[in-house]
């Protein structure tokens, strides 16, 4: 059945990440959501300054790629209510839109949980985690900081972006089994 969350206009959707719906995403966004992360020898490799990132880190940064793939999912419950893009998307005001995007993360998580993916469904789960506190720290610092805002942000996403980093070379190295020098541990 999924997760539900209902937009600014009162209308009730359900978000269930399934097969179908990373299918749908695919063909219209030629987003792969079944692949949020590097696998296999593409997860050994190191991000540089400029490469794209992984999909867990755009969904989470991108709020107009994730209004997309919210849209994608629910599209067959819009189709059958007559509600068009437009006004699915003018209905995801910042209120709706994270009711819709916890939804999202939820369902996410729970599919590869489900599918017997579990260090993938962990990755989401840290992901989420880390959008939770990093969101927390800043209200916190913007409050209690002399800083510019714009100076406190940069400072508490960069170190986001390195706790996720540590987790991930975690869950590569938790996942091959072998720690591999090409790998950054800290």
Known sequence: MGTQF???????????????????????LLVDIAQPIPIGEDAQQEIKPGDPLPLLAQLASDTLLLASVLWWIIQPQAEAHSCTED?????????????ASQAFWSEYESFFRKAGVEPVAQMIAMNREMMETGFSKMSEALK????????????IVDGVQEEIEKARAEQVLQTSGEKSGTVPVS
């Open 144 to 155: 209690d900081s002399g800083e510019s805002a714009y100076e406190t942000i940069t400072r």
């Open 6 to 28: 209902t937009d600014s206009e009162g209308r009730a959707w359900s978000v269930a990440v399934t097969v179908g719906s990373i299918v749908r995403v695919k063909k219209n």
């Open 87 to 99: 006004q699915f998307l003018d209905a995801l005001d910042g209120d709706h839109l994270k009711l």
